[in-house]
């Protein structure tokens, strides 16, 4: 891929999150998440690529999506597939709550997983534990060896998890073991994202959560050097069929990170909605300007970039 593509991609992810951002806080979910989507199909319009998305967000709760099999970009530059999620954290937005992201990932063609839109379990981490965790040993294992391996104690680990009914024993084993405990409302792809940036302080991401927010926050911690591996959890035989539709012939194991990007070159671009832990979100300023915080990394070359955006509204007619 192009590098010049990198910031391409920003720029339709800060579209993206300026169209939300006018509804943090209203209690519209569906309403943010619309505009999002809007904005972003508008602005891949000008983006020079090919590209098929292979993951889009909205199917589960019916809101609006830009849909698997799309045609995006002006089809002039290489064949890609992306993978979207114009708002990741729709319920964050609503409540004017923190970690709220409009996020994109771009792969050589044929890369991406295509990952039905169902629950994935999943282990995230840091590059500090690349390599030397199993999402298939017990949890409890997976917790001694991360401590020896960051030469600390259990009790001093810090791991983050949804907060969700589905959660409770994994809560119960973790509050056993004496781990400290950071419960998020939403945010999946921030919070698999977090164990690789020291600032967070999370060492683990565990639990449940979207199957395409998973390959989203895998081809972030490729770009970072952390880790995601994740499994399916298809609820009904609807969804086993599914999967087998996409070309997923063992649901059930345990996906690492090629099975979910592939061994080529990634890009990972996100820019905040509302403020979070590593990106700020859009603020409005006088003389109808905004700022934007995005993050935008390239996983061939490990380059990652904290892009700070001042934008004049009156020149952006797809936000009209």
């Given at each position: 891929?192009?590098?010049?593509?990198?910031?391409?991609?920003?720029r339709?992810?800060?579209?993206?999150?300026?169209?939300?951002?006018?509804?943090?806080?209203?209690g519209e979910?569906n309403e943010?998440?619309?505009?999002?989507?809007?904005?972003?199909?508008?602005?891949?319009?000008s983006v020079?690529?090919?590209?098929t998305?292979?993951?889009?967000?909205?199917?589960?709760d019916?809101?609006?999506?830009?849909?698997?099999?799309?045609?995006?970009?002006?089809?002039?530059?290489p064949?890609?597939?992306v993978?979207?999620?114009p708002?990741?954290?729709?319920?964050?937005v609503?409540k004017?709550?923190?970690?709220?992201?409009?996020?994109?990932?771009?792969?050589?063609k044929?890369?991406?997983?295509?990952?039905?839109?169902?629950y994935?379990?999943?282990?995230?981490?840091?590059?500090?534990?690349?390599?030397?965790?199993?999402?298939?040993?017990?949890?409890?294992?997976?917790?001694?060896?991360?401590?020896?391996?960051?030469?600390?104690?259990?009790?001093?680990?810090?791991?983050?998890?949804?907060?969700?009914?589905r959660?409770?024993?994994?809560?119960?084993?973790?509050?056993?073991?004496g781990?400290?405990?950071?419960?998020?409302?939403?945010?999946d792809?921030?919070?698999?994202?977090?164990p690789?940036?020291?600032?967070?302080?999370?060492?683990?991401?565990?639990?449940?959560?979207?199957?395409?927010?998973?390959?989203?926050?895998?081809?972030?911690?490729?770009?970072?050097?952390?880790?995601?591996?994740?499994?399916?959890?298809?609820?009904d035989?609807?969804e086993?069929d599914r999967?087998?539709?996409?070309?997923i012939?063992?649901?059930?194991?345990?996906?690492t990170?090629?099975d979910?990007?592939?061994?080529?070159d990634?890009?990972?671009a996100?820019?905040g909605?509302?403020?979070g832990?590593?990106?700020?979100?859009?603020?409005?300023?006088?003389?109808?300007?905004?700022?934007?915080h995005?993050?935008?990394?390239?996983a061939?070359?490990?380059?990652?970039r904290?892009i700070?955006?001042?934008?004049?509204?009156?020149?952006?007619?797809?936000l009209?």
């Amino acid at each position: 891929m192009q590098r010049e593509l990198s910031l391409e991609i920003v720029r339709v992810t800060e579209l993206a999150a300026l169209a939300s951002a006018r509804w943090m806080g209203r209690g519209e979910k569906n309403e943010a998440d619309a505009a999002a989507t809007a904005a972003m199909r508008a602005m891949f319009d000008s983006v020079s690529i090919k590209g098929t998305v292979v993951i889009g967000e909205g199917e589960m709760d019916e809101a609006p999506m830009l849909y698997i099999g799309e045609e995006v970009g002006n089809g002039e530059g290489p064949e890609v597939d992306v993978a979207v999620d114009p708002l990741e954290g729709t319920e964050l937005v609503a409540k004017g709550l923190n970690n709220a992201l409009a996020v994109i990932a771009v792969a050589n063609k044929g890369n991406l997983l295509h990952a039905p839109d169902m629950y994935m379990e999943k282990l995230a981490f840091g590059p500090a534990l690349r390599g030397k965790l199993s999402l298939a040993d017990p949890l409890t294992v997976t917790l001694e060896k991360a401590a020896a391996l960051l030469h600390k104690n259990i009790a001093d680990l810090t791991v983050s998890i949804l907060d969700r009914k589905r959660h409770a024993d994994i809560m119960g084993t973790l509050r056993r073991v004496g781990v400290r405990i950071k419960l998020l409302s939403d945010g999946d792809v921030a919070g698999a994202i977090a164990p690789a940036f020291p600032e967070s302080g999370i060492d683990l991401y565990v639990g449940s959560g979207g199957a395409p927010e998973g390959v989203l926050a895998a081809a972030a911690l490729c770009c970072l050097g952390g880790e995601l591996q994740g499994r399916l959890m298809p609820a009904d035989q609807s969804e086993l069929d599914r999967c087998a539709s996409m070309g997923i012939t063992d649901p059930h194991r345990v996906l690492t990170m090629e099975d979910m990007i592939g061994r080529e070159d990634v890009i990972f671009a996100a820019t905040g909605i509302t403020p979070g832990d590593f990106l700020g979100g859009v603020r409005y300023l006088p003389d109808q300007r905004a700022e934007t915080h995005s993050l935008v990394m390239r996983a061939k070359t490990r380059t990652i970039r904290f892009i700070r955006s001042l934008h004049y509204l009156p020149n952006k007619p797809l936000l009209v």
